[in-house]
């Protein structure tokens, strides 16, 4: 297993994420805890883009249930349509929010998140968990996040 993380701090978003995603693959090969997978890919996307927080809810009794994170301690429990989680889990979609105090029933685990994306992976065709990123600053996340994000959650979907 490589221990440590080999990404250009001058590269690009896309470049950086394209760096990243084959050391993610090969940290989390041969490892099959779920939670071990989880909390080694939030750390290296934190260490990589310096996010501000970057964790995972996993479905659970119909809730989304905190997970792996890295970042400011975070609310445990959401509810199906509630907040931007729980609108990506009810849509089964990635969700873009430019600035968070414009999304109806945002959550906010802090006043210092500002904008956030988040992206479900599935399990026999069901969101079985999201990935949440927030940026302390507006309009951090774009389409660039969202296709490297999707392509990240499909390169663990076999994890699950
Ligand atoms: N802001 C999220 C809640 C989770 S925290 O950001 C870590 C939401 O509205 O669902």
Redesign the pocket.
Known sequence: MAETLIVSSSADKAERYQALLPQIQSLTAGEKDLIANLANTAAALKQTFGFF?V?FYLVKENELVLGPFQGPI??TR?KQGK????MAWQKAQTLIVPD?NEFPG????SSE?KS?IVVPAFKNGRVFLVL?I?SDKLNDFDHTDAVWLQQLMKMLEPLL
């Open positions: 927080w964790g975070a609310c959401i907040g931007v989680c729980g968070v945002h959550i906010a685990c998140s956030e949440d927030d």
